[in-house]
């Protein structure tokens, strides 16, 4: 399958990164490079059939929104390793279930059966 758009997220612990992400919202590493020094500066994860980047840098910005099948284990795992919910489970009225988050970086993270 050929990409064009791919979501990235910056983080000043990438490595520490790849724990949060596959314990909390079970993302799968594909592709992980180490600089010189062997300090992860860029990773490539798999979302089941999309993909998402993560690199060194400073951590922030507009967020990621993924769609999930069941949101409400999706909160409860993501809870589970450490997510801070900012947004509840919440009924949207175009008929999504949704709830937002951060990463232990600051990263905001939108997950929702909304699939546009």
């Known amino acids: ?60 910005g507009p967020g990621i929104y993924i769609a999930v099948e069941d949101p409400d284990a999706h909160h409860d795992r ?5 997510a801070e919910i900012t947004m509840a489970l919440t009924d949207q009225p175009y008929g999504s279930r949704e709830y937002a988050c951060t990463d232990p970086e600051g990263n905001p993270w939108f997950f929702g059966t909304y699939r546009p």
Do not use: W
């Open 78 to 82: 993501a809870k589970a390793a450490g």
């Open 1 to 60: 399958m050929t990409r064009t758009v791919y979501a990235l997220a910056r983080y000043q612990d990438c490595a520490a990164a790849i724990g949060f992400l596959t314990a909390a919202f079970g993302f799968e590493p594909h592709e992980v490079s180490k600089n010189d020094e062997g300090v992860v500066n860029h990773a490539e994860l798999f979302v089941e059939n999309d993909m998402i980047m993560i690199g060194q840098g400073k951590p922030g």
